[in-house]
């Protein structure tokens, strides 16, 4: 059964019950390997790795949430991006939006990279200037959008009719919009990946990820990948993510409009020198963003104008929380060009904006005052006198 709405689907998309007893959540099968009654006579299970039920669980709730064929768990976000780029062969090349997750630059840079497997930064920002960036070798583009930290859009389904045309995978990371916010396979994507440790388990204690795919033909690849190499995600953390995502409306309601209301607060604070927020009409990718997700999402970046020390704003902030990571219920901070964007070297990172004085935030769903009187208490404090 599939439902109208979203907010409805959270709770009770996929597989939500379970059928042999009743019970209202689908309980941890913390097993291994499943009982066969004869020689090739399975119940539909025959080791965890391969399938188990509350990984499935959440399996068919992500693909109902995308719109897709199919869902997969993994352990992380970056093994479920390992499982999507073994799509690739030797000699493929994989075309990546200018301001990608660090991690995801790395895995490419330097692990797919032994294997010839070689990316081009492209900016896919604008359409024309990526499709100039196709040559032969090209196999698939890997799109952010918003893309931290600066939150550039990418008009995906622009960016998707292009690709298409020359034969490539659209692949999009939406870890920061989520199907609530936005639903690439809807605007064109083959591929959706997440990072679920983020915004779609919401309570930063869970590291996962998953995958969703638009075709039968792929759903067959990476269900084949999935079992072969073996990041798969454990019971109890998709009995998490379950649970995690049954909230995801209600959390992401109040975060956007924290976010929104910080977004201005710091966009008229004659401290700041710049802030970054699709969600501000004054942002360069607003227009396209509006179009393409509900609203702006939750993460800001912004700089604080020279005189402000930036040490100083960080150790000076109480309920903001200086940590790597994003989507929780909890407020945090962080310092990309050396904590979430390190890995990438400091020429790229000049190149495509990432200075040091950038600031990234995610705000949490605790009350807007109190982050605001913590932002305008760290920024005073920070002020070189
Ligand atoms: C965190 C993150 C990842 C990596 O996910 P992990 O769960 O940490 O492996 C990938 N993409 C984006 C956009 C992220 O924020």
Redesign the pocket.
């Known amino acids: 059964m599939s439902y109208k709405s979203i907010d409805t689907a959270l709770i009770h998309g996929g597989i939500s019950t379970d059928e042999r007893t009743g019970a209202v959540n689908v309980p941890i099968y913390q097993t291994s390997t499943f009982k066969q009654d004869g020689l090739g006579k399975m119940r539909g299970y025959e080791y965890s790795r391969t399938g188990n039920p509350t990984r499935e669980a959440l399996e068919a709730l992500i693909a109902e949430l995308e719109g897709g064929e199919a869902g997969f768990a993994f352990a992380?976000?970056?093994?479920a991006?390992t499982a999507v780029l073994s799509l690739l062969h030797s000699g493929d090349r994989v075309l990546i939006s200018s301001n990608v997750?660090g991690?995801?630059f790395r895995l490419l840079d330097q692990v797919f990279d032994h294997f010839n497997i070689n990316y081009t930064i492209s900016d896919t920002e604008d359409p024309a200037s990526f499709e100039r960036d196709i040559t032969d070798d090209v196999k698939a583009v890997l799109i952010?959008s918003p893309a931290?930290p600066l939150m550039t859009i990418t008009d995906i389904k622009a960016v998707a009719d292009i690709a298409h045309k020359h034969g490539l995978l659209v692949i999009v990371?939406n870890?920061?919009m989520t199907p609530y916010l936005q639903r690439p396979l809807s605007l064109g994507a083959d591929i959706v990946v997440h990072?679920a440790?983020?915004y779609l388990g919401g309570h930063s204690d869970v590291?996962?990820?998953l995958a969703v795919v638009k075709t039968r033909e792929l759903a067959d690849k990476i269900a084949f990948i999935q079992n072969s190499t073996g990041g798969v995600l454990a019971p109890f953390d998709s009995f998490l993510l379950i649970r995690g995502i049954k909230t995801l409306g209600v959390r992401l309601d109040r975060h956007v409009s924290n976010a929104l209301t910080a977004a201005k607060h710091l966009k008229d604070h004659p401290a700041v020198r710049s802030v970054h927020y699709p969600g501000l009409e004054t942002d360069k990718g607003y227009e396209v963003n509006k179009r393409q997700a509900k609203n702006g999402g939750v993460m800001i970046s912004f700089e604080l104008k020279d005189g402000y020390d930036i040490n100083t704003f960080f150790e000076s902030l109480e309920l903001i929380t200086l940590a790597e990571?994003?989507g929780g219920v909890e407020s945090l901070v962080c310092h990309p060009s050396s904590m979430t964007h390190a890995s990438i070297p400091e020429d790229i990172r000049k190149k495509v904006g990432i200075t040091d004085g950038l600031i990234r935030l995610s705000i949490g769903i605790e009350d807007i005052s109190d982050i605001l009187e913590d932002l305008d208490r760290a920024i005073a404090a920070s002020e070189v006198k």
């Not at 992380?76 to 093994?79: D, E, F, K, R």
């Open positions: 992380s976000g970056l093994a991006e997750y991690g995801t952010e931290n990371d870890t920061f990072s440790t983020k590291v996962a990820g990571s994003l």
